[in-house]
Protein backbone atom coordinates (compact mmCIF):
# COMPACT_ATOMS: atom_id res chain seq x y z
CA UNK A 1 0.00 0.00 0.00
CA UNK A 2 1.04 3.77 -0.31
CA UNK A 3 0.78 5.65 2.74
CA UNK A 4 0.03 9.54 2.57
CA UNK A 5 0.31 11.92 4.60
CA UNK A 6 0.66 16.06 4.89
CA UNK A 7 2.96 17.89 6.27
CA UNK A 8 3.88 21.47 6.40
CA UNK A 9 3.15 21.38 2.90
CA UNK A 10 5.16 18.27 1.69
CA UNK A 11 2.84 15.11 0.50
CA UNK A 12 4.44 12.13 2.09
CA UNK A 13 3.79 8.86 -0.34
CA UNK A 14 5.31 5.89 1.36
CA UNK A 15 5.85 2.30 0.44
CA UNK A 16 3.91 0.30 2.49
CA UNK A 17 4.49 -3.22 1.87
CA UNK A 18 7.73 -4.56 3.37
CA UNK A 19 6.50 -8.08 3.78
CA UNK A 20 7.49 -8.26 0.03
CA UNK A 21 10.32 -5.82 -0.29
CA UNK A 22 7.89 -2.60 -1.65
CA UNK A 23 7.70 -4.43 -4.64
CA UNK A 24 4.90 -2.17 -6.31
CA UNK A 25 1.44 -3.30 -7.58
CA UNK A 26 -1.18 -1.66 -9.58
CA UNK A 27 -3.03 -0.83 -6.55
CA UNK A 28 0.20 1.20 -5.37
CA UNK A 29 0.83 2.56 -8.82
CA UNK A 30 -2.60 4.11 -8.70
CA UNK A 31 -2.40 5.41 -5.59
CA UNK A 32 1.55 6.73 -6.71
CA UNK A 33 -0.27 8.43 -10.06
CA UNK A 34 -3.18 10.07 -8.24
CA UNK A 35 -1.18 11.79 -5.56
CA UNK A 36 0.76 13.02 -8.63
CA UNK A 37 -1.87 14.15 -10.32
CA UNK A 38 -3.82 15.46 -7.94
CA UNK A 39 -0.80 17.16 -6.27
CA UNK A 40 -0.58 19.11 -9.49
CA UNK A 41 -3.41 21.55 -8.86
CA UNK A 42 -3.30 21.20 -4.83
CA UNK A 43 -2.47 24.31 -3.29
CA UNK A 44 -1.75 22.61 0.32
CA UNK A 45 0.81 20.42 -1.90
CA UNK A 46 4.08 21.99 -2.76
CA UNK A 47 6.39 19.36 -2.69
CA UNK A 48 6.62 15.34 -2.97
CA UNK A 49 8.60 13.26 -0.49
CA UNK A 50 8.25 9.52 -1.85
CA UNK A 51 10.23 7.15 0.54
CA UNK A 52 10.31 3.20 1.85
CA UNK A 53 10.66 1.29 4.60
CA UNK A 54 14.38 1.09 6.61
CA UNK A 55 16.62 -1.14 3.96
CA UNK A 56 14.38 -1.47 1.69
CA UNK A 57 13.13 1.69 -0.59
CA UNK A 58 11.45 -0.73 -3.37
CA UNK A 59 12.51 -3.99 -5.22
CA UNK A 60 10.57 -2.71 -8.56
CA UNK A 61 7.38 -4.23 -9.87
CA UNK A 62 6.03 -6.93 -8.74
CA UNK A 63 6.09 -9.17 -11.62
CA UNK A 64 3.35 -11.51 -10.62
CA UNK A 65 1.04 -9.19 -10.36
CA UNK A 66 1.99 -7.07 -13.83
CA UNK A 67 1.20 -9.95 -15.28
CA UNK A 68 -2.06 -10.97 -13.75
CA UNK A 69 -3.31 -6.90 -15.34
CA UNK A 70 -1.32 -6.66 -18.26
CA UNK A 71 -2.89 -9.66 -19.93
CA UNK A 72 -6.14 -8.28 -19.24
CA UNK A 73 -5.79 -4.91 -21.02
CA UNK A 74 -3.84 -2.87 -23.15
CA UNK A 75 -0.15 -1.85 -21.44
CA UNK A 76 -0.48 1.72 -22.40
CA UNK A 77 -3.80 1.47 -19.60
CA UNK A 78 -2.48 -0.26 -16.59
CA UNK A 79 -1.78 1.12 -13.76
CA UNK A 80 2.53 0.99 -13.97
CA UNK A 81 2.23 3.23 -17.35
CA UNK A 82 -0.65 6.11 -15.96
CA UNK A 83 2.16 6.28 -12.70
CA UNK A 84 4.90 6.85 -15.55
CA UNK A 85 3.03 9.57 -17.46
CA UNK A 86 2.15 10.79 -14.04
CA UNK A 87 5.88 11.25 -13.30
CA UNK A 88 6.65 13.20 -16.73
CA UNK A 89 3.76 15.90 -15.53
CA UNK A 90 3.97 16.17 -12.59
CA UNK A 91 4.58 20.15 -11.96
CA UNK A 92 5.41 19.57 -8.07
CA UNK A 93 9.41 19.70 -6.68
CA UNK A 94 9.50 15.23 -6.18
CA UNK A 95 12.33 14.60 -3.51
CA UNK A 96 12.88 11.39 -2.60
CA UNK A 97 14.82 8.94 0.39
CA UNK A 98 16.34 5.93 -0.85
CA UNK A 99 17.56 3.49 1.75
CA UNK A 100 18.29 -0.07 0.50
CA UNK A 101 17.56 -1.34 -2.62
CA UNK A 102 15.99 0.58 -5.79
CA UNK A 103 15.73 -1.99 -8.14
CA UNK A 104 13.68 -1.42 -11.39
CA UNK A 105 11.28 1.47 -11.46
CA UNK A 106 12.38 2.44 -7.90
CA UNK A 107 15.87 3.31 -10.08
CA UNK A 108 14.09 4.95 -12.95
CA UNK A 109 11.61 7.51 -11.28
CA UNK A 110 14.98 8.79 -9.10
CA UNK A 111 15.51 10.24 -12.64
CA UNK A 112 12.22 12.48 -12.57
CA UNK A 113 13.04 13.72 -8.86
CA UNK A 114 14.54 16.92 -8.22
CA UNK A 115 16.90 15.95 -5.21
CA UNK A 116 17.81 12.44 -4.14
CA UNK A 117 19.10 11.57 -0.45
CA UNK A 118 20.38 7.84 -0.18
CA UNK A 119 21.48 6.39 2.57
CA UNK A 120 25.18 4.11 2.37
CA UNK A 121 22.93 1.29 2.32
CA UNK A 122 21.19 2.15 -1.04
CA UNK A 123 21.71 -0.45 -3.78
CA UNK A 124 20.51 0.79 -7.10
CA UNK A 125 19.73 -1.58 -10.17
CA UNK A 126 17.85 -1.93 -13.38
CA UNK A 127 18.01 -5.60 -14.65
CA UNK A 128 15.28 -4.64 -17.82
CA UNK A 129 17.54 -6.39 -20.19
CA UNK A 130 17.94 -9.42 -18.00
CA UNK A 131 14.54 -9.87 -17.92
CA UNK A 132 14.27 -9.70 -22.02
CA UNK A 133 12.80 -6.19 -21.61
CA UNK A 134 14.17 -2.42 -22.15
CA UNK A 135 14.05 0.67 -19.87
CA UNK A 136 11.03 2.63 -18.74
CA UNK A 137 10.12 5.94 -17.37
CA UNK A 138 11.81 7.71 -20.37
CA UNK A 139 15.20 6.79 -18.54
CA UNK A 140 16.52 5.71 -22.03
CA UNK A 141 16.54 9.04 -22.75
CA UNK A 142 17.06 10.48 -19.45
CA UNK A 143 20.06 8.46 -18.38
CA UNK A 144 22.44 9.33 -20.89
CA UNK A 145 21.58 13.07 -20.51
CA UNK A 146 22.31 12.72 -16.48
CA UNK A 147 25.18 10.34 -16.75
CA UNK A 148 26.47 10.01 -19.86
CA UNK A 149 26.04 6.97 -22.57
CA UNK A 150 28.54 4.76 -21.07
CA UNK A 151 27.47 4.87 -17.49
CA UNK A 152 23.52 4.78 -18.73
CA UNK A 153 24.66 1.63 -20.45
CA UNK A 154 26.37 0.04 -17.59
CA UNK A 155 23.35 0.86 -15.45
CA UNK A 156 20.35 0.33 -17.69
CA UNK A 157 21.35 -2.10 -20.04
CA UNK A 158 24.55 -4.35 -18.61
CA UNK A 159 22.02 -4.07 -14.95
CA UNK A 160 25.21 -3.48 -12.96
CA UNK A 161 24.32 -2.29 -9.61
CA UNK A 162 25.56 0.95 -8.35
CA UNK A 163 26.33 1.92 -4.90
CA UNK A 164 25.35 5.35 -3.18
CA UNK A 165 28.46 6.58 -3.95
CA UNK A 166 28.70 6.03 -7.62
CA UNK A 167 25.24 7.18 -7.68
CA UNK A 168 26.49 10.27 -5.95
CA UNK A 169 29.53 10.54 -8.59
CA UNK A 170 26.94 10.38 -11.57
CA UNK A 171 24.73 12.59 -10.81
CA UNK A 172 21.73 9.92 -9.73
CA UNK A 173 22.03 11.03 -5.84
CA UNK A 174 22.23 14.39 -4.30
CA UNK A 175 23.67 13.34 -1.11
CA UNK A 176 24.76 10.56 0.90
CA UNK A 177 23.10 10.55 4.43
CA UNK A 178 25.41 8.50 7.14
CA UNK A 179 22.51 7.89 9.67
CA UNK A 180 18.40 9.33 9.17
CA UNK A 181 18.25 9.72 5.48
CA UNK A 182 14.95 10.38 5.94
CA UNK A 183 15.08 13.00 8.65
CA UNK A 184 17.49 14.77 6.01
CA UNK A 185 15.30 14.30 2.59
CA UNK A 186 12.10 15.37 4.43
CA UNK A 187 14.10 18.38 5.91
CA UNK A 188 15.14 19.44 1.76
CA UNK A 189 10.99 18.94 1.08
CA UNK A 190 9.78 21.21 4.00
CA UNK A 191 12.55 24.04 2.89
CA UNK A 192 11.35 23.42 -0.52
CA UNK A 193 7.65 23.81 0.39
CA UNK A 194 8.33 26.52 2.28
CA UNK A 195 9.49 28.99 -0.12
CA UNK A 196 7.63 31.67 -2.92
CA UNK A 197 5.28 28.61 -4.58
CA UNK A 198 5.11 30.41 -7.97
CA UNK A 199 8.50 31.31 -8.20
CA UNK A 200 9.48 27.81 -7.39
CA UNK A 201 7.55 26.49 -9.74
CA UNK A 202 8.49 28.22 -12.80
CA UNK A 203 12.31 28.55 -11.84
CA UNK A 204 11.92 24.26 -11.98
CA UNK A 205 10.16 24.57 -15.12
CA UNK A 206 13.02 26.63 -16.65
CA UNK A 207 15.58 23.96 -14.87
CA UNK A 208 13.48 21.02 -16.33
CA UNK A 209 12.97 22.32 -19.89
CA UNK A 210 10.21 21.12 -22.59
CA UNK A 211 9.43 17.80 -21.34
CA UNK A 212 7.58 16.83 -25.07
CA UNK A 213 10.71 14.83 -25.90
CA UNK A 214 10.60 13.16 -22.22
CA UNK A 215 7.17 11.81 -22.82
CA UNK A 216 7.49 11.10 -26.67
CA UNK A 217 10.28 8.68 -25.32
CA UNK A 218 8.07 7.33 -22.69
CA UNK A 219 5.73 6.20 -25.09
CA UNK A 220 7.92 4.99 -27.33
CA UNK A 221 8.97 3.05 -24.54
CA UNK A 222 6.07 1.25 -23.69
CA UNK A 223 5.63 0.15 -27.21
CA UNK A 224 8.23 -1.56 -27.15
CA UNK A 225 7.85 -2.76 -23.87
CA UNK A 226 4.70 -4.11 -24.54
CA UNK A 227 6.24 -6.07 -27.53
CA UNK A 228 8.77 -7.74 -25.72
CA UNK A 229 6.28 -9.15 -23.42
CA UNK A 230 5.53 -11.71 -25.78
CA UNK A 231 9.20 -12.41 -27.42
CA UNK A 232 10.46 -15.84 -26.40
CA UNK A 233 13.27 -14.71 -24.12
CA UNK A 234 11.15 -12.41 -22.58
CA UNK A 235 8.86 -15.40 -21.53
CA UNK A 236 10.97 -17.54 -20.98
CA UNK A 237 13.26 -15.07 -18.51
CA UNK A 238 10.34 -14.44 -16.96
CA UNK A 239 9.52 -17.42 -16.48
CA UNK A 240 12.76 -18.37 -14.92
CA UNK A 241 12.60 -15.41 -12.42
CA UNK A 242 9.38 -16.55 -11.22
CA UNK A 243 10.71 -20.32 -10.94
CA UNK A 244 13.83 -18.88 -8.49
CA UNK A 245 11.46 -16.96 -6.70
CA UNK A 246 9.26 -20.15 -5.66
CA UNK A 247 12.28 -22.21 -5.21
Keep these: MIRKSLQDGVQILRLDRPEKKNALTGAMYTDLAEALETGNTDGEVRCHLICGQ ?3 FTAGNDIGDFLQYAGKVAISETPVVRFLRALVRNEKPLVASVDGI ?3 VGTTLL ?3 DMVFASRRAFIRSPFVDLGLVPEAGSSLLGPQLMGHARAFELLCLGNPMTADKAAQI ?3 NE ?3 EDVETAALSCARQIAAKP ?3 MALSRKLLRGDTQAVSERVEE ?3 IFAERLTAPETIAAF ?3 MSKKKA
Design 54 to 56: PDV
Design 102 to 104: AIG
Design 111 to 113: MHC
Design 171 to 173: GLV
Design 176 to 178: IVE
Design 197 to 199: PEA
Design 221 to 223: EIR
Design 239 to 241: QAF
